[in-house]
T-cell receptor
Framework: ETGVTQSPTHLIKTRGQQVTLRCSSQ?????VSWYQQALGQGPQFIFQ???????GRGNFPPRFSGLQFPNYSSELNVNALELDDSALYLC???????????????FGPGTRLLVL | QQQVKQSPQSLIVQKGGISIINCAYE??????FPWYQQFPGKGPALLIA?????SEKKEGRFTISFNKSAKQFSLHIMDSQPGDSATYFC???????????FGGGTRLMVKP
């Protein structure tokens, strides 16, 4: 059973640029959630995808967007990067039998994004 | 209210001692309370979780105590080891796989 994988591991961008982060869910999982973890803080929920549709969103602006593909992998896109977007971006996968019935989330190692 | 408050922010314990981390929540709809362990440069790893229908759950050296009326829960690490040195996060959610609301984290250092 393979765990959650994320790419790239590290990324440096400049303010105003766009970035795409990728996540492969754990084998057998069909739901992917994205979190932002600023240095020294707990992760903050960005959004979740279930069966290729957004299934909940946290308090993040529309320039944070995502996709889920038929193989349940996912992308997080961030447009017009700001300095405060510098953080560890975490992907978590879980197995859901329905939109409202889900199981425990398991996290990937994260992508460290630095915006200069 | 979605907030989960965690204390202390940092904790130093001698090897063999008991580490205790506390969390309090406000949203009474929360029905799943996991604890995650995070090492530097790594993602959070699920340690142990509890649902509010039980007051305590034990797995090895790790125990969660849950007080539904007080809306508080805590993690106890018995016989703490230097390898336990990490940041611990409590979290809460309604429905296990739904949006997790995390506490601010506790940085634990276990001295040899």
């Amino acid at each position: 059973e393979t765990g959650v994988t994320q790419s790239p591991t590290h990324l440096i961008k400049t303010r105003g640029q766009q970035v795409t982060l990728r996540c492969s869910s754990q084998s057998g999982h069909n739901t992917v959630s994205w979190y932002q973890q600023a240095l020294g803080q707990g992760p903050q929920f960005i959004f979740q995808y279930y069966r290729e549709e957004e299934n909940g969103r946290g308090n993040f602006p529309p320039r944070f967007s995502g996709l889920q593909f038929p193989n349940y992998s996912s992308e997080l896109n961030v447009n017009a990067l700001e300095l405060d977007d510098s953080a560890l971006y975490l992907c978590a996968s879980s197995k859901s039998s329905a939109r409202s019935h889900q199981e425990t989330q398991y996290f990937g190692p994260g992508t460290r994004l630095l915006v200069l | 209210q979605q907030q989960v408050k965690q204390s202390p922010q940092s904790l130093i314990v001698q090897k063999g001692g008991i580490s205790i981390i506390n969390c309090a929540y406000e949203n009474t709809a929360f029905d799943y309370f996991p604890w995650y362990q995070q090492f530097p440069g790594k993602g959070p790893a699920l340690l142990i979780a509890i649902r509010p229908d039980v007051s305590e759950k034990k797995e090895g050296r790790f125990t969660i105590s849950f007080n539904k009326s007080a809306k508080q829960f805590s993690l106890h690490i018995m016989d703490s080891q230097p390898g336990d040195s990490a940041t611990y996060f409590c979290a809460a959610t309604h429905n296990a796989g739904n949006m997790l609301t995390f506490g601010g984290g506790t940085r634990l250092m276990v001295k040899p």
